[in-house]
T-cell receptor
């Protein structure tokens, strides 16, 4: 079955530091890949997506590239802000099983001023 | 454009009871998915409805059931509640069909269910 593995957290960084959150996946079909962010007490918000190999998704300074050869979709940001503190989830939607989403367990990011 | 809404926000039930959670999908979306998110974990897929029919299901027992209405809003029903059912229940709406996997899902704020 499908699975998503994220680097274990929590991750604590100083403001303006470089961020990488690793994500690898296994899938039976041809998935689309997503990063979602969840702020305390809220639902998930889409951060970025990529629908095919070598696509790069980007939004709000965050980037991730769909690497089929390494089955990875690592999230990066060059300079984090305190407001980026949240839980980040990597997810895939497979083209089988009605496009259900499979999520990683999330990585908690805390950015200190 | 109205986003995904869920009701109620919080709910406390006793073991063995039944509960109904509600979700209104985003305008123009014909697919609703339900997820269970336990504390400290990622959301787990319960099932999905596309044009009023269930078209995908995760590893959840039959006491988890649902409906989708002609306006694409949806309900999640859980019978015979167990303590382990305590979680945040998330509803997500999206476009469906053959390319469903390429579309993003828009999530509601969730319903926090506590079973005592």
């Amino acid at each position: 079955g499908d699975s998503v593995t994220q680097m274990e957290g929590p991750v604590t960084l100083s403001e303006e530091a470089f961020l990488t959150i690793n994500c690898t996946y296994t899938a039976t079909g041809y998935p689309s890949l997503f990063w979602y962010v969840q702020y305390p007490g809220e639902g998930l918000q889409l951060l970025l997506k990529a629908t095919k190999a070598d696509d790069k998704g980007s939004n709000k300074g965050f980037e991730a590239t769909y690497r089929k050869e390494t089955t990875s979709f690592h999230l990066e940001k060059g300079s984090v802000q305190v407001s980026d503190s949240a839980v980040y989830f990597c997810a895939l939607r497979d083209n089988t099983n009605a496009g259900k989403s499979t999520f990683g367990d999330g990585t908690t990011l805390t950015v200190k001023p | 454009e109205t986003g995904v809404t869920q009701s109620p926000t919080h709910l406390i039930k006793t073991r063995g009871q039944q509960v109904t959670l509600r979700c209104s999908s985003q305008s123009g979306h014909n697919t609703v998915s339900w997820y269970q998110q336990a504390l400290g974990q990622g959301p787990q897929f319960i099932f999905q409805y596309y044009r009023e029919e269930e078209n995908g299901r995760g590893n959840f027992p039959p006491r988890f059931s649902g409906l989708q209405f002609p306006n694409y809003s949806s309900e999640l029903n859980v019978n015979a509640l167990e303590l382990d059912d305590s979680a945040l229940y998330l509803c997500a709406s999206s476009l469906g069909g053959r390319l469903a996997y390429s579309y993003e899902q828009y999530f509601g704020p969730g319903t926090r269910l506590t079973v005592t």
